[in-house]
Every structure is written in structure tokens, then in C-alpha cells.
């Protein structure tokens, strides 16, 4: 049973940074996109950055280029995000997520996978 579990998140003033981590266990499929998605109140889900396992890619939304960088560690089964400069429209839950169909990375319904949220407050 394939299970993410979110960690990091917290409250920070403009400016700032955290580190967001995702604990991923029962997970065996080679070929996948695990990313970070984040919902703010009354919006809709969307996609944050994404990494491919074949070649390490990675995909980031145009709201977070420069200042949110992504990564893993397969070793120890772990996904991070890195948010620094933060603003508070990135003030949101934040969610970890896993697909294995090879769709479009920002698409929500392509992945199969969800953790259960950590939430993430900048205050200007």
C-alpha cells in the first residue's frame, strides 16, 4: 500500500523559507511523476513542480520559478521542496503526489497518489 506523508510546513514572515519533505513507503514503480500541489482557500488545486524518475526533470509553475526548487532521494524514498523568497499568495495546504501514467505533470487527475496536506502560512 503506497502511503505519503507530508512534513515541514508551517508559518513564516514574507521573505522567508521552509522546506517542505514527503516521506514516501510502499512505492515500487520505476517509471513516475512525484510533485508538489497546493490548494489556497476558495481555489482550486494546482500544481507546484514535478520530477520525473527516468531523467530527474523537473517542472515548476510559472507563479514559482526561481524561488521553489524541487528534489528527491530515492535512497532514503523522500521528496522535498525547497520554497524560498516566499509571498503570502503561496500561503495554501500543500500536497505531495504520485502518478504512474505519465500525464501531464499539473493535471490533477493523473495522479493516483495524495498526501494528506501540510499547510504552509507567509504573512506580509
Known amino acids: 500500500q503506497v502511503q505519503l506523508v507530508e512534513s515541514g510546513g508551517g508559518s513564516v514572515q514574507a521573505g522567508g523559507s521552509l522546506r517542505l519533505s514527503c516521506a514516501r513507503s510502499?512505492?515500487?514503480?520505476?517509471?513516475?511523476?512525484m510533485a508538489w500541489f497546493r490548494q489556497a482557500p476558495g481555489k482550486e488545486r494546482e500544481g507546484v513542480a514535478a520530477?520525473?524518475?527516468?531523467?530527474?526533470?523537473?517542472y515548476y509553475a510559472d507563479s514559482v520559478k526561481g524561488r521553489f526548487t524541487i528534489s528527491q532521494d530515492n535512497a532514503k524514498n523522500m521528496l522535498y521542496l525547497q520554497m524560498n523568497s516566499l509571498k503570502p499568495e503561496d500561503t495554501a495546504m500543500y500536497y505531495c503526489a504520485a502518478q504512474t501514467y505519465g500525464g501531464t505533470w499539473y493535471v490533477e487527475k493523473n495522479y493516483n497518489y495524495w498526501g494528506q496536506g501540510t499547510q504552509v502560512t507567509v504573512s506580509s
Open positions: 510502499g512505492f515500487t514503480y520505476t517509471n513516475y511523476y
Open positions: 520530477i520525473y524518475s527516468m531523467y530527474g526533470s523537473t
